[in-house]
């Protein structure tokens, strides 16, 4: 598998509603929906999130395979918890065998904690699969932009985490091309042991942190000839606007937020 | 004439399974033959770099199969290991994989995979340097200190040092002034002639491959519409402008005269040939006279 292939944190380009949304009603309902992901406390809770999820999932067409293929990297974490929450909750046992006690509370919460954490991850790449990095970061600036008043540098870490993002494919890509390059003069990457493994990496870190930093010193000099200068009187090419669906969203986001909120008061 | 290389309907299928899914090559059947310098042009995009990745099992077929001496690369992975070394390949931009501390570390390195004597190592790299043009003194530089020809050499030589059979080189003279790019063409050549080694080189410009190869191979969307002497390829003027490449101008020269009602051989793609052509019309003319 190429590295390239790796969907973490990844936009997918598209036309859905969610695509349209402006990104700081999305990252709103993003934290509005993992807000009510632990409000949830039982099987109604749950079932409203997932209707919500879904609904959402289905609207941004994105492929059910690329969502679910994100969910891989955790894969581990989540059979661990599962697992956790399986043997070890007090309660009523079903089933005993050395120090492993299964009981039915542990099977509930077993259930509702892997569909807790797969939600909140799903939730958080439905977010960036439909939301492209400029944007997301466009979003975020403008939403710490309060922050500027205690003087946090919220433009200089929005421009850090724009180049971060734009850079990271690009890095991906050369990684790619030198360790094919170095593999082309008998290189190897995969045999060996922890020592040689390490020793191998030497061909391909030290071209890249080369060309990482010519990169750097390319992007700052374009930055200023462009009279780039910080963030202050900067305006935007692209104005961010919220529109009459992002009022309906933020709405219905909070609606949803509450509801479950009440129904775990009262124990559903 | 021996096949030294073969792909068999071989296809490569970038980012599969993902909305970025793209056919990079579509049941493509290459052949490079023994001792042969072979040319392969094509537009930007059309699959080059992705072909020859194959040759030297870089790059996994999605489908087909790449035969190296008749045998499957892909068959075991010691197989798959041993043709990097049989078949060289050096990449587009070659200079910005250069690591080691001296030129002479950096040359030396494939040959150190190969697991060779020092003493076979320490010929191989001053013979490699030597094809490419590089001094004694420049081996004990710091390769990063070389300006950009000169690393470019020295990537080359890093690939040459192996001795593989077959060296394929990517855009080889991209980026570099005509002078530079004579030098370049003029070691692969040697290298050629010395060690009777099959040379593929890709290019996008008609002229550089024209005058050194003996056979073209063209590259258009992940398939091969044309393969054979320069002199055939360039008869297909029409398709070849219609895929962004065109002819080189000497040939489009002649095809026009030869539009024009001169009776003269357009089967010419380098200027001496052009010359001789030309003079050979107008002796036939006045002598018509
Ligand atoms: N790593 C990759 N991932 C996805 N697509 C790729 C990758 N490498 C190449 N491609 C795509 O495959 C196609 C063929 O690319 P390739 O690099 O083989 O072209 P090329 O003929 O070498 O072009 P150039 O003359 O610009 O070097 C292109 O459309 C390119 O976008
Ligand atoms: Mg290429």
Redesign the pocket.
């Known amino acids: 598998m190429?590295l390239?292939d790796i969907t973490l944190g990844q936009y997918f380009p598209g036309n859905s509603i969610l695509h349209r949304l402006d990104p700081r009603t999305k990252i709103l309902l993003t934290v509005m929906y993992i807000v009510a992901l632990f409000l949830a406390k039982q099987l109604v809770g749950y079932g409203i999130m997932m209707v919500v999820l879904a609904s959402a999932i289905a609207v941004s067409k994105v492929k059910l395979k690329t969502i679910f293929r994100g969910l891989k990297p955790i894969l581990i974490i989540i059979i661990i918890t599962a697992f956790l929450n399986l043997f070890w909750t007090p309660g009523q046992t079903i089933w005993k065998w050395g120090f492993l006690n299964l009981t039915v509370e542990g099977i509930w919460s077993a259930v509702f904690m892997v569909l807790r954490i797969s939600m909140l991850i799903l939730c958080t790449f439905l977010l960036t699969y439909t939301t492209s990095p400029i944007l997301l970061t466009d979003g975020l600036e403008n939403l710490m932009n309060p922050l500027k008043k205690i003087h946090v540098p919220v433009h200089e870490l929005s421009m850090m985490m724009s180049i971060a993002l734009r850079f990271i494919p690009t890095l991906i890509?050369e990684t790619?091309k030198i360790m094919s390059a170095q593999k082309a003069r008998g290189a190897d990457f995969d045999t060996g042991g922890l020592m040689d493994k390490a020793k191998a990496l030497i061909p391909l870190l030290v071209p890249l942190f080369i060309s990482a930093f010519r990169r750097a010193d390319e992007l700052a000099i374009a930055m200023e000839c462009r009279c780039y200068h910080g963030g202050e009187g900067r305006t935007r090419l692209r104005q961010l606007k919220y529109r009459k669906a992002d009022a309906a969203f933020l709405v219905g986001g909070l609606a949803v937020c509450v509801a479950v909120g009440v129904l775990a008061h009262f124990g559903l | 004439m021996e096949a030294i290389i073969q792909t068999e309907k071989l296809s490569h299928i970038?980012?599969a399974g993902t909305p970025?899914e793209?056919g990079?090559l579509i049941d493509v059947d290459f052949t490079a033959y023994r001792g042969e310098y072979l040319g392969i042009i094509?537009?930007?995009?059309?699959?080059?770099?992705?072909?020859i990745q194959h040759l030297n099992g870089l790059l996994k077929p999605t489908s087909g199969r790449v035969l190296f001496e008749g045998k499957d690369i892909w068959e075991t992975k010691e197989r798959t290991h041993q043709t990097r070394f049989q078949v060289g390949l050096v990449f587009?931009y070659p200079e910005y994989q250069l690591f080691e501390e001296t030129v002479y570390k950096d040359i030396a390195f494939g040959p150190r995979n190969m697991k060779l004597s020092e003493a076979e190592i320490d010929r191989r790299v001053r013979e490699a340097a030597a094809f490419v043009g590089l001094s004694d003194a420049i081996l004990e530089q710091s390769p990063f200190e070389l300006s950009g020809g000169q690393k470019r050499r020295v990537a080359i030589a890093g690939v040459i040092a192996m001795e593989p059979s077959v060296l394929i080189l990517?855009?080889p003279t991209a980026g570099l002034d005509p002078v530079g790019v004579e030098n370049i063409l003029s070691n692969i050549h040697d290298y050629h002639v010395a060690k009777n080694a099959t040379i593929i080189i890709?290019s996008?410009s008609m002229e550089e491959v024209a005058r050194t190869v003996d056979r073209l191979v063209v590259?258009n969307d992940?398939r091969i519409p044309f393969a054979g002497a320069p002199c055939e390829v360039f008869a297909h003027e029409e398709e070849l402008i219609a895929m962004g490449l065109g002819v080189p101008q000497v040939t489009r020269v002649l095809h026009q005269l030869k539009k024009l009602g001169v009776d003269v051989d357009d089967t010419v793609y380098t200027m001496e040939q052009a010359k001789a052509a030309v003079m050979a019309a107008y002796r036939a003319r006045k002598g018509a006279v």
Do not use: I, N, P, R
């Not at chain 2, 059309?46 to 072909?51: D, F, H, N, P, R």
């Open positions: 190429a390239k890509e790619d | 970038y980012s970025f793209h990079a094509g537009h930007t995009g059309s699959g080059k770099s992705t072909l587009q990517d855009e890709v996008h590259v992940g």
